[in-house]
């Protein structure tokens, strides 16, 4: 079956420091995979796209990167601060599908 | 724009009631989801409208659960009858269709109890 896995639930970084998420995927072919911040109470917001023929993605302090051979994109935020404090999902798209399938998100805590 | 609003954002009901949750998209997004969220199953397509069309409700959980699209900027999840475990935040997102990058815009979301 298919299988969206965002390992480490939690994740607590010093400030300054870069952050490193994980999504790992199963038995799936996605045309591209998106990363989202949800913060506590709110929806979640979109912040990067990368597509299947994309190796990497770069968006100010944010990098991700696609691997489809691993199955594995990976998240990161350089110098990070407090402020990044937020549950951040990953979530694929296959085919011509419109509609995203969403990880189970990892929380990542900044420590001043 | 104000973004997708969604109503109410909270509601407190018993079991057997009937629940209805609301949605207005963006103007100009022609596509809608619901989502359903909790802390066990994370964030689970319901159902996703194109142009007002029901496109796939293959995430419905059951027949209790119905959503409609009687035009392009109102939107309605429905449960009836209502149960403990439905349980959960519910969001609406949108999104045009023809966007390269396919990004959904969430709404708040609306938080269910059942009792």
């Known amino acids: 079956s298919q299988k969206i896995e965002q390992n480490s639930e939690a994740l607590n970084i010093q400030e300054g420091k870069t952050a490193t998420l994980t999504c790992n995927y199963t038995n799936y072919s996605p045309a591209y995979l998106q990363w989202y911040r949800q913060d506590p109470g709110r929806g979640p917001v979109f912040l990067l796209l990368i597509r299947e023929n994309e190796k990497e993605k770069r968006k100010e302090r944010l990098k991700v990167t696609f691997d489809t051979t691993l199955k594995q994109s990976l998240f990161h935020i350089t110098a990070s601060q407090p402020a990044d404090s937020a549950t951040y999902l990953c979530?694929?798209?296959?085919?011509?599908?419109?509609?995203?399938?969403f990880g189970s998100g990892t929380q990542l805590t900044v420590l001043p | 724009d104000a973004g997708v609003i969604q109503s109410p954002r909270h509601e407190v009901t018993e079991m057997g009631q009937e629940v209805t949750l609301r949605c207005k998209p963006i103007?100009?997004?022609?596509?809608l989801f619901w989502y359903r969220q909790t802390m066990m199953r994370g964030l689970e397509l319901l159902i996703y409208?194109?142009?007002?069309?029901?496109?796939?409700d293959s995430g419905m959980p059951e027949d209790r659960f119905s959503a409609k699209m009687p035009n392009a900027s109102f939107s309605t999840l429905k449960i009836q009858p209502s149960e403990p475990r439905d349980s959960a935040v519910y969001f609406c997102?949108?999104?045009?269709?023809?966007?390269?990058?396919?990004?959904?815009?969430f709404g708040e979301g609306s938080r269910l109890t059942v009792l």
């Open positions: 997102a949108s999104s045009l269709s023809t966007s390269a990058s396919g990004e959904l815009f």
């Open positions: 103007s100009g997004h022609n596509s």
């Open positions: 979530a694929l798209a296959a085919g011509s599908a419109r509609q995203l399938t």
């Open positions: 409208f194109n142009n007002n069309v029901p496109i796939d």
